[in-house]
């Protein structure tokens, strides 16, 4: 199923921000978040008391390059930390109330831990630089998946769902998708990762060069794109996007890695972005460059790029806060004049 955006509940919401007692459109983008929020929900009472993580986990044949400083078997370290409980999202999610689920949806070693979702296509993809990431049949199921957990979540209640992800490499595969997309120039959209050296960073270019070379992935095909330069992780929080608009909840945006993912899914189903909300503009070279060719606009600017879905839940928060004032007294309940909204106030 679809589930359609309301606009005549985002109007309501955006009518009711008119009558809070302040200025108009004093809290910018959580604002508009808010009335984002309202058009999904279809209702301007607005809840988000249930919130949750997916940190989509899988490995990348590219590694095989030298485009990273350490290898693939960190991913399932991290995975097994976030299992636990001690993991940097967990750390944050904890104060931002928030559930965390971690996925694996191909890393090279299994995690034999039960908290970890077995949503597993394969032991990591091809090496992009001399082939192919995965097979069709491959990405349709890494996309199944995450869509499928999405729609699930959002049986069980929740209403707003991250998306993060965890996987070695996933910088280079990121910005191998991007630059099919959109055409730029690798070096305008490949940054340092994890701290790279010149020489790395240099090897993680050169990687990403050839992959585009010999795959050719068809930039009007955005599901081609993802199955000859993506990843299984990449391909996951594609599906998580898309079934955000099946399923009508709310999808954040992450940071770099996770808006790749949204734009993939917004080229493949344009009403995804009305179910998607940004929430932070990651420091990666193209971070803001994802951003601006989705037309969204995120709520911080603090120079992160951790991933484990840390920025979408940073920006959690900030929604309460912008729910309490939304929630808050009206020019009525203190006997004051309301502000007009014209003259560019609106």
């Known amino acids: 199923m679809n589930c359609a955006y309301s606009a005549q509940a985002a109007q309501a919401a ?9 200025p108009l459109n004093s809290l910018g983008v959580l604002e508009d978040m808010v009335v984002k929020l309202a058009g999904i929900q279809g209702t301007e009472q607005v809840e988000i008391d249930r919130r949750c993580c997916l940190t989509f986990c899988a490995d990348n044949g590219v590694v095989q390059e030298g485009v990273t400083q350490t290898d693939s078997s960190v991913t399932a ?3 097994r930390s976030i299992a636990r409980g001690t993991g940097n999202i967990c750390q944050m999610a904890r104060v931002a109330r928030c559930d965390v689920f971690p996925v694996d949806v191909g890393m090279l070693q299994k995690v034999d831990d039960p908290r970890v979702f077995d949503r597993r296509v394969a032991a990591g993809t091809g090496n992009i630089a001399i082939g192919p990431a995965m097979t069709p049949d491959q990405c349709r199921a890494a996309i199944r998946a ?13 209403k707003l769902i991250a998306t993060g992800e965890m996987g070695i490499g ?22 340092r990762g994890a701290g790279l050296s010149d020489e790395g960073l240099g090897r993680k270019r050169a990687a990403i060069e050839r992959a585009l070379n010999v795959n050719r992935p068809d930039p009007q095909d955005a599901r081609d794109v993802l199955m000859k330069v993506g990843g299984f992780d990449i391909a996951a929080m594609v599906g998580a996007f898309l079934g955000g608009a099946k399923c009508g909840v709310a999808v954040l945006v992450d940071g770099f ?12 189903m344009p009403e995804t972005k009305d179910f998607m909300l940004a929430t932070h503009v990651s420091r990666e070279p193209a971070g803001a460059l994802m951003l601006e060719a989705l037309g969204l606009t995120p ?33 009525d309940d203190i006997k004051v004049r ?5 003259g560019g106030g609106a």
Request: proline share 2%; charged share 15%.
């Open 77 to 79: 370290s991290v995975a």
């Open 146 to 158: 995450g869509e499928e957990l999405v729609c699930g979540m959002a049986e069980k209640g929740y």
């Open 257 to 268: 890695i996770s808006s790749v993912a949204a734009l993939c899914a917004q080229r493949m």
């Open 14 to 22: 955006r009518r009711h921000w008119y009558s809070v007692a302040k």
């Open 299 to 331: 709520v911080i600017t603090a120079g992160m790029a951790l991933g484990e879905g840390t920025g979408a839940v940073a920006a959690m928060p900030l929604l309460d806060m912008a729910l309490a004032v939304y929630r808050g007294a009206t020019f």
């Open 338 to 342: 309301a502000y007009q909204p014209f």
């Open 170 to 191: 996933n910088t280079t595969t990121a910005s191998a998708v991007a630059c099919a997309l959109t055409g730029e120039a690798v070096t305008r959209m490949t940054g």
